[in-house]
């Protein structure tokens, strides 16, 4: 019942930029802290970016400040990552997840099926 479904995926050109969204049903998402993660192929997941349920706390990777953006929209039940100046070392899947506990964790409770990014000429 409770679950996040992320959406905003898809093949881009090196440069360019997609936003990525991810929805909860069966739970309120402000009662949460996010986290976006990151698995490119054959690699170990990542954490990307994290924000608190508030959204008065929000951290990067170093490898994406300045190109990606975590926000939320709590009315809506859905946080999104914007990503922008996309790398090839940017494919993979990333998985959004929700912790009602603890903030930018690396073992979140709950998580989402993941969408593909894809970052090629």
């Known amino acids: 019942q409770l679950q996040l479904v992320e959406s905003g995926g898809g093949l881009v050109q090196p440069g360019g930029s997609l936003r990525l969204s991810c929805a909860a049903s069966g739970f309120t998402l402000d009662d949460y802290h996010i986290g976006w993660f990151h698995q490119a192929p054959g690699k170990e997941r990542k954490g990307v970016s994290c924000?608190?349920?508030?959204?008065?706390?929000?951290n990067y990777r170093d490898s994406v400040k300045g190109r990606f953006t975590i926000s939320r929209d709590n009315a809506k039940n859905t946080v999104y990552l914007q990503m922008n100046s996309l790398k090839p070392e940017d494919t993979g899947i990333y998985y959004c997840a929700a912790d009602g506990y603890s903030y930018c964790s690396t073992k979140p409770r709950y998580w989402g099926q993941g969408t593909q990014v894809t970052v090629s000429s």
């Open positions: 924000i608190s349920s508030s959204g008065g706390r929000i």
